[in-house]
């Protein structure tokens, strides 16, 4: 066996852990980068949305909750404080991951800063089982 028989072996293993650490860091902060959203009119099952709560429609950068039976707002899902994507709806509040933000399902208005301002709302029709929003 010659003294480099192993080299091809050991670099294939160097090589691969170079490409996990660059695909680590590819993978860092998702979320964090800037977000691809259609915020124009779109329509949504009205019985996907829970009852006390909410959805948020990520590609849409919109929430739309139910805070009662029948009871239904639309909000921009664009956080008041810095502009991140709000993300989960959670006992009512709509929450902003990035700094701690918390809105009400209600009206959206700021229950937990840093936000100063309501998350701005967006109107929503009724037709039906539908609900269309603009
Ligand atoms: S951007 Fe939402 S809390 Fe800061």
Redesign the pocket.
């Known amino acids: 066996m010659s003294p480099h028989a192993s080299d091809p072996t050991r670099r294939a293993v160097l090589g691969g852990a170079a490409g996990l650490t660059v695909a680590a860091i590819a993978g860092c902060g998702p979320g964090q980068a800037a977000e691809q959203t259609d915020e124009g009119p779109f329509t949504v099952a009205a019985a996907d949305i829970p009852v006390g709560g909410g959805k948020v429609f990520k590609d849409r950068a919109t929430v739309v909750t139910q805070p009662n039976p029948g009871e239904f707002h639309a909000f921009s899902a664009k956080?008041t404080?810095?502009?991140?994507l709000?993300r989960d709806i959670a006992k009512g509040k709509i929450l902003?991951p990035?700094?701690?933000?918390a809105f009400a399902v209600a009206d959206g208005s700021v229950v937990l800063g840093?936000?100063e301002q309501p998350l701005a709302a967006r109107t929503v029709t009724v037709a039906g089982a539908e609900l269309r929003i603009s």
């Open positions: 956080c404080h810095r502009g991140c709000v902003c990035c700094h701690g933000s840093p936000a």
